[in-house]
């Protein structure tokens, strides 16, 4: 997976209709300073990601592991949270 | 997914005849800085896109999501048009 | 797909046996700017493209669409020829 | 594969509960000067790697080659731990 | 495919047990400029191939091809040798 900041919502009126019903944020994924200044994406949010927040993405035919994804075009996911970092 | 611009059209006669029947835009893709000067990509459009709009792209096997896509060679297609953005 | 330029043949003897049928083709993608001098890739060439010809590219699982490339390790393949620029 | 450094662990509370019993860790990848600066991944750990060390890396639909990865959407995967370089 | 060059073996002793009786290389990829500056990456030797020598690699679920990799975490494969360049 690759770790990423949600920085928007996707906002697509005209769109292939096996995409309707699921959720779409821009993720800007960490690059190579660790920074969130990677490479820009789009993907499914399963999880209830909010703006700001710091996500786990799944990229390519791996993101299809659920079975209402099987006919969708859908090659990112969200699949989990990063926890804020505590004082260690 | 990536978001791209679409800069050209593909003037393809000689080609896999797997392919006769799909239209194919040239797409460049968003970079790091949320410019459209990233890498530049050829997809199959099913949503009716025109130059200059923005759109959802699929890359990869999630792209071969059609039952008449199972025997071709298309690795990129254009899923859904971004809206323009509204004053918010 | 991705849009790259015939740069040479590859001349290897000893591969795999799977690959002896098959002919490849070096291919220089093209980059972020529009010019053929992206990543270099080697690709089967199923359209009978020549050196210093603009091809189309898939790559990845998707390139592998063909009965016959089932058991191959093949993961590119030139599918089209783009036309020579007319004036417009 | 690739090689990589396992720079930290990853804490997510609220993720896909198909990833739950899964170890998840940091990884930066080797780049191309040979030096532990390149691209920040998230990988299952089925070693038991430890931070600071030198690791193979799976990426893709082939990280996914575990019976109980089927349903989840692992894309990374520790499959080695480099031995410490020794005199040579 | 992608051309690379041979630059090193790999050392594991703790690895996963499917890739045991796998040989593995370190391979540099040729970058854009064409010379082996490029990502490097880790393949099985399918060929026979030694350090210093020029190779195709294939990437990613293509590498999977052989009927004894299906279980395998393989990702990348040397399949074939780049002749030495003759004059010409």
Redesign the interface.
């Known amino acids: 997976?690759?770790?990423g900041k949600v920085i928007d919502n996707?906002?697509?009126?005209?769109?292939?209709e096996?995409?309707i019903g699921h959720k779409?944020l821009?993720v800007?994924l960490?690059?190579?300073s660790?920074e969130f200044?990677?490479?820009?994406?789009?993907?499914a949010d399963?999880?209830?990601a909010g703006i700001g927040e710091k996500v786990?993405v799944?990229?390519?035919?791996?993101?299809?592991?659920l079975p209402n994804m099987k006919?969708?075009?859908?090659?990112?996911?969200i699949?989990?949270?990063?926890?804020e970092?505590v004082e260690r």
Chains 1, 2, 3, 4, 5 share one sequence.
Request: net charge positive; glycine share 8%.
């Open positions: 997976m690759k770790i996707v906002w697509s009126t005209k769109k292939d096996s995409l779409f821009i800007q960490m690059d190579k660790k200044n990677g490479q820009v994406i789009v993907a399963l999880i209830g786990l799944t990229q390519g035919s791996p993101a299809k592991y006919n969708t075009p859908i090659d990112a996911v699949v989990g949270i990063i926890d970092e």
